[in-house]
């Protein structure tokens, strides 16, 4: 089985299409198509914007400027993460 979205993540995802990908559609326009593995194959749901929390642009600016400044937060000063491998200088 997959990762299921919780309903605050669809309501997120749909925001951010909206607000980046949208030029005319409002938010009771649009359809978000979840698609999962289930014992029987696949299932689908259909989520309609009319039913969906979406967010305004200045709201998903500020979920989004948060999220990279936590990334920015958990980022080691060396600029580089552990399980990267180590910069080798060669002599030339």
């Known amino acids: 089985m ?3 979205p919780e309903e605050a993540e ?5 925001s951010i299409g909206l607000a980046n990908f949208a030029v005319t559609t409002s938010a009771r326009d649009f359809e978000y198509l979840y698609a999962d593995r289930s014992e029987g ?6 989520i309609k914007g009319r039913e969906r ?9 500020a979920l989004l ?4 400044e936590g990334l920015l937060l958990s980022c080691p000063r ?3 993460f552990p399980s990267e491998p180590a910069r080798v200088q060669r002599n030339q």
């Open 2 to 4: 997959g990762y299921r």
């Open 10 to 14: 669809i309501d997120v995802a749909c």
């Open 41 to 46: 194959g696949r299932s689908f749901r259909s």
């Open 53 to 61: 929390n979406v967010y305004s642009r200045d709201a998903v600016d």
């Open 65 to 68: 400027s948060t999220y990279v």
């Open 78 to 80: 060396d600029g580089r």
